[in-house]
Every structure is written in structure tokens, then in C-alpha cells.
């Protein structure tokens, strides 16, 4: 890619991450492409697709939280590594308001954009879960997939206006239910 190509399309993502957090997932790819002072062309050119547009948003964020999940596999205790990556994840779905219907929808349609990031999303935070049952540390009787959906439902109530008071309260008490030794980082 040429250097001009290239830092238009940085700059897109920029200007797209900004818009994204404010208007949400459903922003007006017009509207992106007039606060980063371009053509709508030029921002169809780098991502044909808003899902394009969206998938290389969050690939960054979904790479972050996927490596953190690795690092946390080898270090500290089982629980904690499980509780630090939960509330990672919470905290980073609710920095852009729709992103977390995109991820359901993605993680079943291999055909979304999305689609290989949320699965690989999911299996880093399923082997953090598996770690934590294996000590005991954690409910048995949940998988990687309930653990993503508990993630969604957390992430949801952050994007509800009237529900947000009660999200960090209400992930408190998911981690609890979680945990089985009641630590929630």
C-alpha cells in the first residue's frame, strides 16, 4: 500500500473510531468519511462494506483483548486471570454503542467480516473459563459460549442510558455468580 494510501486509511479508522463511539455501530459511513475531510469514494475504496469498515475498527481491540487473554493463561491465579479478562472485555464492548448485537450476529454468520475475530475472541475467554474450572475456581456448569453471551448482556446494559448506573453493580454480581471463590477483580 502506498505511504498516501496508507495514512488515509489510518486516518479513516481514526475518524471512524471517533464517530463509532459516539453515534454508535449504525453511524453514517457519509458522515465518517465528511469529519475525516474525504470523499464517501475513499472510504468505499479502503472498506467496501461497513462491516469491512467495522471488522478492521475492532480487529485492533479484538487482537488487544485476545493477546491479554494468552498472558493472563500463564500468570496469576486462575481466578483472577478469568476476572481481569471479564472485565476487560466489559469495559472495551461498551466503548462503541451497537458493537455488541454486531458481535452476536457475527459469531453466527461465517460470512460477516467479523466473524473469525469474535470466534477467536471467544475461545481466548473459553480457556481462561476452562483454566478457572479445572481449580475449581469457577461454575462448571458454563462454556465459552455462555461466558461471550454473559459479556453481551453486560455490555448491553452499559449501552442502555437508564441501565448504566446499575452495569458495574450488575457485573459484580455476574462475577460472583461466575467465580465460585467470590473474587471479581
Avoid at 479478562?85 to 458493537?99: F, P
Avoid at 454486531?102 to 483454566?131: K, N, Q, W, Y
Avoid at 455490555?155 to 457485573?171: C, E, F, I, T, V
Wanted: aromatic share 4%; hydrophobic share 50%.
Amino acid at each position: 500500500m502506498r505511504a498516501d494510501a496508507k495514512k488515509n486509511r489510518d486516518h479513516l479508522l481514526s475518524v471512524a473510531g471517533t464517530v463509532v463511539a459516539e453515534q454508535g455501530a449504525e453511524a453514517s459511513l457519509r458522515d465518517i468519511a465528511r469529519r475525516a475531510d474525504m470523499g464517501l469514494a475513499t472510504l468505499l475504496r479502503h472498506f467496501p462494506t461497513r462491516d469491512a469498515l467495522l471488522d478492521a475498527l475492532l480487529r485492533t481491540s479484538f487482537d488487544e483483548l485476545t493477546a491479554k487473554a494468552a498472558a493472563l493463561e500463564t500468570s496469576g491465579s486462575p481466578q483472577d486471570a478469568l476476572a481481569s479478562w471479564l472485565h476487560a472485555c466489559v469495559a472495551w464492548t461498551t466503548t462503541y454503542r451497537g458493537v455488541t448485537e454486531l458481535m452476536a450476529a457475527a459469531i453466527e454468520d461465517p460470512e460477516s467480516a467479523l466473524h473469525a475475530s469474535c470466534v477467536t475472541l471467544r475461545a481466548a475467554g473459553a480457556r481462561l473459563l476452562t483454566r478457572a474450572q479445572a481449580v475449581g475456581a469457577a461454575r462448571g456448569d458454563i462454556d465459552g459460549t455462555d461466558l461471550f453471551a454473559l459479556v453481551a448482556a453486560l455490555a448491553w446494559l452499559g449501552d442502555q442510558p437508564a441501565l448504566a448506573p446499575r452495569s458495574a453493580r450488575l457485573y459484580e454480581v455476574v462475577t460472583d455468580a461466575i467465580l465460585t471463590s467470590g473474587s471479581s477483580a
